[in-house]
């Protein structure tokens, strides 16, 4: 889960991880109070899930309140289009009115999971390349990352700070190594205390006043330990993900809007990538990825049958089922129940294989409903993409 | 012989009293599989079917000579359950249960590391060796006794294999499902050892899918150390990145773990790479004329 740059900055704040003055403002009114009472230069940030968000003039420097105003005036309500938003962009409903600071150096820290095998830890990354795309220096110049491979049993140790602090060359300065550490400690703390799953503050800001703070920062969550971190779980905005996928989400449906014709229907997350693997293979366009369950009842099936075909761009479906738990008749009535309950004029073709496979084609065969049935993987998108010619 | 599963395997399960560890337990019983115990902390003394219930995994260890162990235990529990098991002295732990935490992995695996028990999962399907049992839900009718490994990460998509393979009239080793989390217990090299060494595998079906470097270390296990033919497919091609497909560990992140790159390390390590899933079967059906033409 990912979460806003004000609400991120807020997290930080708890675990003792200097960042700027600042409040969150949803109006034009507010910015300019929340400017007013910073009592100097302010910056005007908007607050979506996504980078680049100078690049797309959603930052904007204030020198006065009124300026504030008429910055967040402008940002707010715009659709900003940054290179991870997509060409329709997102709507910014927040901007993070904070201080300016007096940037001396700009440092990079961040942490992830290292999932490879034997390695299984959380891994704190830093560069003294700091306020560009993480990504690109690690291509470019990959030895400019430092890394620190936190062994779980210990966790985090002051001597592991002091290496990264050397890294970035702030090891021999007795206040910055220490407010590093600091840094670093809060870091480690929040990462496990909240089942994080990425952690990005960029840029550190060494400021000229030296001072360590975190300019920027972005924090994701595994979506696993959400169940015990309620306090994260209600960070979740939903005006940030594609209103199909909330509605999706809530009925218990895992559903990821693409950009094609062809929607699909799958039980199993690795059959239903491969459905959409398929569809593209036999010339078509998935227009979802979506994953039914093992245990979905036909009120489920229906829900999913209703999220598919809210997409306006849809024009064909393909089920594609291997019942194991998930029986086909009881798949097949789903599609009955959907049929029945949705007006679904949408060309379908139907692919059950699998647990009660004869119940269930049995039940869609009398059923009366139009659909085309595929025994076959591929014969299956074959004939769906067939459908759209 | 097959791997991991054999005659001598007496399972114990872990939530063998919600429904899910019951209804599984009892088909993988009509599958012949030697289910001994099962824990739920709270409930020994009961018994499902004349199984007899512990609270502790390490009763059911002493008092039924249980050595692996079947977890269909809540996601919030089910660290503490596997940690339990591989300390009661378990020598296989597979865990179904799907939505762990990757924090609460990364301890389960410094336990591993210290002990000599074998985790499979979580959020996998099971293990099946046809003739002899299986652990987990991989439906029974699918399979069919006989020598081909089949190994992946996820779960309809193994019954997709499995059962292409079983329609053209082959048989199978011992098929696993490792899982779809980002920290899986074991990972492919760790099963791929095991495929090497037994002697009633000939042939392996591995199917990968997007996210981190499982298949990409596999491959460079399989160019030094396999000498048992591969087929591998791997899905998520058409997956967008920075977004979680289905399963934890299915996720492009950082331009990192895409279908391509995955493709080209396991072609560039002899691994017989088929981009059509529908295919898989008939490559391993090639493979194995090719070698009863060469036996004759």
Not at chain 1, 130 to 144: C, F
Not at chain 1, 172 to 177: E, F, N, P, R
Request: proline share 4%.
């Amino acid at each position: 889960m990912k979460i806003h740059e004000y609400q991120a900055k807020s997290l930080l704040r708890a675990y003792n991880v200097p960042v700027p003055n600042g409040e969150v403002a949803d109006t034009p009114e507010k910015a300019r109070d929340i400017a007013k009472s910073l009592n100097k230069t302010s910056i005007v940030k908007a607050q979506i899930h996504a980078g680049g968000r100078g690049k797309g003039g959603g930052v904007k420097v204030a020198k006065t309140p009124e300026e504030a105003y008429e910055a967040a005036k402008k940002i707010l309500g715009m659709q900003l289009i940054t290179h991870q938003t997509g060409p329709e962009g997102i709507k910014v409903q927040k901007v993070l009115v904070e201080e300016t600071s007096n940037i001396k150096k700009e440092l990079y820290l961040g942490m992830v999971v290292d999932r490879a095998r034997d390695k299984e830890c959380i891994v704190f990354m830093a560069s003294e390349a700091g306020g560009m795309d993480i990504e690109e220096v690690a291509k470019a110049t990959p030895e400019k990352i430092i890394k620190c491979a936190v062994p779980p049993a210990v966790g985090f140790s002051p001597f592991e700070a002091r290496k990264l602090a050397y890294g970035l060359g702030l090891g021999t300065d007795k206040s910055l190594s220490a407010q590093f550490a600091n840094i670093t400690k809060g870091l480690y703390e929040l990462f496990v205390a909240k089942d994080a799953s990425l952690v990005e503050i960029n840029p550190l800001v060494l400021t000229v006043e030296g001072n360590l703070i975190a300019v920027d920062a972005k924090i994701n969550f595994d979506d696993d330990g959400l169940f015990r971190n309620p306090d994260i779980k209600q960070l979740r905005d939903e005006n940030e993900e594609d209103p199909l996928e909330v509605i999706a989400k809530n009925a218990g449906v895992n559903y990821i809007k693409l950009d094609g014709n062809i929607a699909c229907m799958v039980n199993g997350a690795g059959l239903a990538m491969t459905t959409m693997d398929l569809i593209k293979m036999a010339g078509g366009e998935p227009a979802n990825f979506l994953d039914v369950g093992g245990g979905a009842s036909p009120d489920q099936i229906e829900k999913a049958f209703r999220i598919l075909t809210a997409d306006p761009n849809v024009k064909a479906i393909l089920v594609n089922i291997f019942g194991g738990i998930l029986r086909c008749d009881r798949v097949a009535n789903g599609i009955i129940q959907a049929a029945k309950n949705i007006d679904m004029k949408l060309p379908m073709v139907i692919r059950l294989q699998g647990t009660n496979v004869d119940e269930g084609k049995k039940l869609l065969k009398e059923s009366g409903l139009k659909f085309t049935v595929a025994d076959g993987l591929y014969e299956a998108a074959e004939k769906v993409v067939a459908l759209l010619k | 012989m097959a791997i991991l599963l054999d005659k001598n395997s007496r399972v114990v399960v872990q939530g063998i009293t919600g429904s899910e560890g019951t209804f599984h337990t009892r088909e993988s019983v009509k599958f012949g599989t030697k289910v001994v115990a099962g824990v739920t902390p709270g409930k020994g003394g009961m018994d499902v079917d004349g199984i007899p219930v512990y609270n502790r995994v390490a009763d059911a260890v002493e008092k039924q000579g249980a050595n692996v162990a079947a977890l269909y235990t809540p996601a919030a529990f089910s660290a503490d359950a596997i940690i339990e098991s591989i300390e009661a002295g378990i020598g296989l732990v597979v865990c179904m249960t799907e939505g762990i935490p990757v924090t609460d992995m990364i301890k389960v695996k410094q336990v591993l590391k210290t002990s000599n028990a074998r985790m499979i999962g979580c959020n996998c399907p099971g293990i099946t060796t046809p003739g002899v049992g299986k652990i987990g839900f991989m439906p029974s009718f699918i399979h069919k006794k006989g020598n081909v490994g089949v190994i992946s990460r996820s779960g309809t998509l193994t019954y997709e294999a499995i059962w292409q393979l079983t329609n053209l009239g082959i048989g199978q080793s011992t098929s696993i499902g490792i899982g779809g989390d980002p920290i899986p217990g074991s990972g492919f090299v760790d099963m791929l050892a095991l495929y090497e060494k037994d002697p009633d595998t000939v042939a392996l079906v591995m199917i990968g899918e997007i996210g981190g470097t499982a298949e990409e270390e596999a491959a460079e296990f399989i160019k030094s150390n396999l000498t048992k033919p591969v087929v591998s497919f791997i899905a998520g091609r058409t997956a967008p990145p920075g977004r979680r497909m289905g399963h934890a560990g299915a996720i492009i992140s950082g331009g990192k773990g895409t279908a391509d790159e995955k493709f080209k390390a396991l072609e560039a390590a002899g691994v017989i790479v088929e981009k059509n899933p529908a295919e898989i079967g008939k490559r391993i059906q090639e493979i194995l004329a090719k070698k009863k033409g060469k036996k004759k």
